[in-house]
């Protein structure tokens, strides 16, 4: 082996610390991608009002005077506001930051609301639920097979409008207004019937959602 | 044993594998709150940030520059408002990071019988959908602490209460600034859970008269 700066082991011991880092990164990121699978991730459907291209939501700064909504998911609360005026203030439900564990296959889902920046990228009415695996399988339920998919419609839980904020996350309705202001959710945030509906009228595609 | 080149070669290649090592194996912090509470954030306009507002007596969560949410407080002695800036010793618009925040007397937001129903229903485990309002709880800077105080009846002070009231004599003793500020309990339990250490801090004086 040649000889760098007198020892031989010099360049492949450097080399080989390099290659285990890439490894570990790598590693963590996909470790990273799996817990933070989306809840919501094979969707909710209905009419579908407006609808944002599918392209990266900007992330800005609303101007003086724009409306823009934030949830509070610690005090479990959503407010539509601008700067210096709050315009709605309305209790929610957030995610509970619950852990599932798909034993069969190792699928895992944390159920916790994304904070950030969003914006608002779909406003549907009367949205429906096509529920995903992880609503099956906390019920110790089998997901069912594509040949029977209308088995995941559920046409009700959803309320009467929904707000898409990206990555598969809604504020949507509940059929359990009594639960408003406690972390129920698996991830999407649930309005009671009035105020979702203000909410819905003041929304436009493109308002920012400030989660924290 | 080896030139001196070859050595830092090899120390640099530990070094970065160390690093990454405590990277890859951080992601899994948690402090009971779920994989948020450390308020990670995905994207935006810069991260969050606390303001303890004295010219309009509010303390303020911000991204970037965007307002999300206040809460006014009260209490706040002029005479030791401006000894307190002092100490806290940020220059304007720099930040200092939360260094501890330590509730010491709570009050649950829901009764256990209420809690074991919704957790029966939901099929959620009760401590995660369980919120304590903070009736008593200390942030702390490096230089500076506040004691934030809200008006929920909580029951008497225990022994960890007690032990840090001496730990923070001793603190006061050593040059730390301290003052109580007291908000309303809704506000309380927003500071308190969204105060996660290192959140950025920024202190707005009081309008010199």
Same mark, same amino acid.
């Given at each position: ?12 011991? @450097?080399?080989?610390?390099?290659? $285990?880092?890439?490894?570990? $990164? ?10 933070? +699978? ?18 990266? @939501? ?9 409306? *823009? ?48 920046? +969003? ?16 609503? +099956? ?27 898409? +904020? ?9 059929? *359990? ?22 909410? *819905? ?12 | %044993? ?7 070669? /090899? ?9 990454? %090592? ?8 948690? !402090? ?7 308020? #990670? ?12 507002d004295f010219e309009r007596r ?18 706040? !002695?002029s005479?030791?408002v401006n #000894?307190?800036v ?15 925040? /330590? ?13 074991? /129903?919704? #957790?029966?229903?939901?099929?959620? !485990? ?6 304590? /309002? ?38 006061? %003793?050593?040059?730390?600034?301290? %003052?109580?500020?007291?908000? !309303? ?19 707005r004086p009081p309008k010199k008269r």
């Amino acid at each position: 082996m040649k000889r760098i700066f007198g020892v031989p082991w010099a360049y492949p011991a @450097a080399a080989l610390g390099i290659v $285990v880092v890439l490894v570990l $990164v790598l590693a963590n990121g996909a470790e990273n991608k799996l817990t933070s +699978f989306s809840p919501i991730d094979q969707g909710i459907g209905g009419k579908t009002e407006e609808e944002s291209p599918r392209r990266p @939501a900007a992330r800005r700064k609303p101007k003086p005077g724009e409306r *823009y909504v934030v949830v509070d998911t610690h005090a479990n609360r959503v407010y539509l506001r601008t700067e210096d005026r709050i315009l709605l203030d309305a209790r929610c439900s957030t995610g509970s930051g619950d852990t599932l564990v798909d034993t069969a296959t190792g699928r895992v889902w944390v159920f916790n609301t994304p904070r950030g920046q +969003f914006t608002v990228d779909s406003k549907m009415v009367e949205p429906w639920w096509r529920k995903p695996d992880w609503a +099956f399988i906390e019920e110790g339920l089998p997901p069912p097979p594509p040949a029977k998919a209308h088995e995941r419609l559920d046409p009700e839980v959803m309320g009467d409008y929904a707000i898409g +904020f990206g990555d598969g996350y809604f504020i949507h309705g509940t059929l *359990y207004e009594r639960l408003l202001g406690v972390n129920v959710t698996h991830g999407c945030v649930r309005l009671g019937a009035k105020d979702l509906t203000e909410l *819905y009228k003041q929304v436009q595609i493109g308002t920012s959602v400030y989660v924290f | %044993m080896c030139s001196s080149r070859a050595c830092g070669i /090899i120390r640099l290649a530990g070094f970065a594998l160390v690093s990454c %090592m405590l990277y890859a194996c951080g992601g899994g912090e948690s !402090d009971g709150r779920g994989q948020n509470a450390s308020g #990670a954030q995905k994207g935006g306009n810069g991260a969050l940030v606390l303001v303890v507002d004295f010219e309009r007596r509010q303390f303020e969560l911000v991204q970037g520059t965007v307002p999300l949410w206040s809460v006014p407080f009260f209490n706040a !002695d002029s005479t030791e408002v401006n #000894a307190w800036v002092e100490s806290f010793g940020s220059a304007k618009d720099q930040s200092v990071p939360l260094a501890e925040n /330590i509730l010491l007397r709570s009050r649950n937001l829901l009764t256990d019988s209420v809690i074991a /129903i919704v #957790a029966d229903a939901s099929g959620f !485990d009760a401590h995660l959908l369980q919120r304590r /309002i903070p009736a008593r709880f200390i942030l702390r800077w490096e230089d500076a602490a506040l004691e934030v105080e809200s008006p929920v009846s909580a029951g008497g002070p225990g022994l960890r209460e007690l032990w840090h009231n001496a730990r923070s004599t001793a603190r006061r %003793m050593f040059g730390e600034a301290q %003052m109580t500020l007291v908000v !309303d309990s809704l506000g309380a339990l927003t500071l308190q859970r969204a105060a996660v250490p290192p959140l950025a801090t920024r202190v707005r004086p009081p309008k010199k008269r």
